[in-house]
């Protein structure tokens, strides 16, 4: 079997690359759909984040918990690909190794042992079906 590896600089270049675009466009989406409920709905959403009586605290806290989200989804997103290849590895959770590129500021989950191509191809859409799965779940509690 041939081992296959992506220099994990390339790896952020191609993610800032595809996702980007992919974030603009939904951004825009958003703009033309919801713009005139937004802009009309603006001071309800002003005071919605207003937590404290100090301005400086207010917009310290609307920067600091989106970042805190983003990064313990990012966490998330790597245990998820753990688990998948835990499954699918011969030693289970031995073969996975958890770990973080100080330099790309990069957290990863690795498998130590080679998996078959379509089994790697599962653990790398793992993240994604989890979510979806669960935002359907989601939704089908909602509806009822």
């Known amino acids: 079997m041939k081992e296959i590896s992506i220099d994990s600089k390339k790896v952020q270049i ?8 992919i974030v603009l466009l939904f951004l825009f989406v958003f703009y033309l759909t919801w ?3 937004f802009a009309a709905n603006m001071k309800v959403v ?11 605290l207010n917009v310290l806290l609307i920067l600091l ?8 989804g990012i966490l998330v997103h790597e245990i998820i ?20 590129i100080k330099k ?4 990863f989950a690795n498998c130590i042992e080679p998996l078959e191509s379509k089994k790697m191809l599962v653990v ?7 979510w979806d799965y669960c935002l359907q779940s989601m939704d089908f509690f909602i509806i009822i």
Do not use: R
């Open 124 to 130: 790398a859409l793992a993240p994604f079906l989890f």
């Open 46 to 56: 002003k005071q919605t984040l207003q937590f404290f009586d100090n301005k400086k």
């Open 14 to 21: 191609l993610g800032m690359l595809i996702s980007v675009p």
């Open 81 to 100: 690909h753990g688990i998948f290849m835990a499954l699918f590895s011969k030693k289970g959770w031995q073969s996975v190794k958890f770990g973080f």
């Open 35 to 37: 713009n005139e409920i």
């Open 65 to 72: 918990v989106p970042n805190l989200i983003i990064c313990v």
């Open 104 to 107: 790309y500021v990069m957290p």
